[in-house]
């Protein structure tokens, strides 16, 4: 995370659920400020218990859980095998920008 809103650590118990607690304030500043754009989702995008179901990505899954010296590598595969890249077809999302207060898509004729 840019912003270190979700916390090392272990999970915790809420509502029933075992999860991280993230930090939502720092989080939704973070997006609203952001001057590339309000989008950042690295949480979403890097999380192993995000991705489809299929046999590799629960090897992946279980790796992630069990033997947590390979993160750095199961990062690096994450991005050869493409799923750390932006997908250029939305680029505008990742060029908003503030104008009197408010987040806008830019305006192609500057």
Request: glycine content about 8%; some cysteine.
């Amino acid at each position: 995370c840019p912003v270190n809103a979700i916390p090392d650590g272990d999970k915790v118990m809420l509502r029933g659920y075992e999860n991280w607690r993230f930090d939502a304030e720092r989080c939704s500043k973070f997006r609203a400020t952001n001057p590339h754009g309000s989008s950042c989702g690295r949480c979403i995008k890097v999380c192993p218990w995000n991705k489809p179901k299929g046999w590799s990505h629960d090897v992946v899954r279980y790796t992630v859980k069990h033997f947590p010296f390979l993160n750095s590598s199961i990062v690096k595969m994450d991005d050869i095998w493409g799923y750390g890249k932006q997908d250029k077809n939305y680029k505008w999302w990742f060029d908003l920008e503030g104008v009197d207060g408010a987040i806008k898509i830019p305006d192609k004729s500057h």
